[in-house]
């Protein structure tokens, strides 16, 4: 399963992964980061394409069970 990874002490909170992101899954936070709600990501890699400081990166991450 894919998500939505951001580097938190790189990110410049400009809001534009906010704004594109299809599933509202991106918030940024206090003015200072973005955080990625893992439950409603997808992985549709649109946040990274958007990301004007090349912050956050789409990985595959574990299934709990």
Do not use: W
Not at 2 to 22: F, H, I, M, R, S
Not at 23 to 33: D, L, P, S
């Amino acid at each position: 399963m894919k998500k939505a990874v951001v580097n938190q002490a790189e990110c410049v909170a400009c809001g534009v992964c906010e704004k594109n992101c299809p599933r509202k899954a991106i918030t940024i936070f206090h003015g200072i980061y973005a955080e990625v709600n893992e439950d409603l990501c997808v992985g549709c890699k649109r946040c990274q394409k958007v990301c004007p400081a090349s912050v956050i990166q789409v990985v595959q991450k574990e299934v709990a069970s």
